[in-house]
């Protein structure tokens, strides 16, 4: 069991691990303390207890303003009416603030782009591209990277919420660690209640949509998402690792990034839920799903024994 391995988990990995005489006893006064997943999300993030306090905020937004090369931020969404308001701010609010943030709005009928236009208005930061017709996740995030200027590029999706440190925290990496291509921070799934929810018995995950890389080096050499809104972005990021070595990977290790969940999502349209409570979601791909993922196993195998092209090439701006 690794030290990583235990904060992401830690009640699953104490139940897991045999301690004589006391390892029971460990278990039930974790879990006893552990009321809804505050001990959990501690294990996970403990820079939350001072990082909450209203003087560190104050401090680091006087003294500690990072000053760093242009970010893109390439938000996809589709009615997100209720949430995407909350999302842009989470980005507006960031302690790293030379950004751009590239709104994508896929053909949205509700009032997503009235709310995205008024906060654009309010903030020269933010930009909103108008898909005509629905195109998907993929071919969304893929305007977005045609029209990113940014030394690096991240995303978010619409419904989904970033700490004020985390494009700060993950564009450090790269200046700790240069030679890496890839940085990536950790998740949690909340309720429209923002409560946070245990996902097939995890509750803090690696967030493979959070990846920020540099964007020149990766467009030149990996290209763009396949047009799809099913693991595009797991295919994305596969391919990069591939192209650059696995080596190439930072995770920092908070909790920077929180996912909606909805039922009615793109990923929860390829799985069955088989169990949903207040605080804990279990579910299963659906058979097309699995084939879906295992044919892209398959891709990616290819690539690494250079049978297959890792590049895919930029797709046609639309009228």
Known sequence: ???????????????????????????????????????????????????????????????????????????????????????????????????????????????????????????????????????????????????????????????DFSAPSRLEMQHDAFKKFPNKMLVLCNYVRVNDRGVRLVINDRRVMKCIISMMFPRKEVLEKVGYFLESSLSEDADFYERIKIAFGEGCEYIVFRTLYEALFREESSFFSEVEIHEATNNAIKFTRKPQAKVSWQAMCARHAKMRRGELEVYVSPPPIPN
């Open 1 to 159: 069991m690794t030290l990583r391995d235990f904060r992401r988990f830690p009640l699953k990995k104490l139940r897991r691990w045999r301690v004589p005489v006391c390892g029971n006893l460990l278990v039930r006064a974790f879990a006893r303390l552990d009321q809804n997943g505050l001990l959990s999300d501690l294990c996970a993030d403990p820079q939350l207890l001072y990082e909450r306090w209203w003087p560190y905020r104050l401090l680091r937004r006087k003294f500690l303003q990072a000053h760093a090369p242009l970010v893109s931020v390439v938000v996809a969404t589709r009615n997100n009416e209720a949430t995407i308001e909350r999302s842009l701010r989470s980005l507006t609010k960031q302690t790293l603030s030379h950004l751009e943030i590239i709104v994508v709005d896929d053909a949205s009928t509700d009032n997503s782009v009235r709310i995205i236009r008024t906060l654009a208005l309010s903030d020269r930061r933010i930009r909103i591209i108008e898909n005509r017709r629905q195109m998907g996740t993929g071919a969304s995030r893929n305007r977005g990277l045609q029209a990113a200027t940014g030394d690096y590029v991240t995303f978010q999706d619409g419904d």
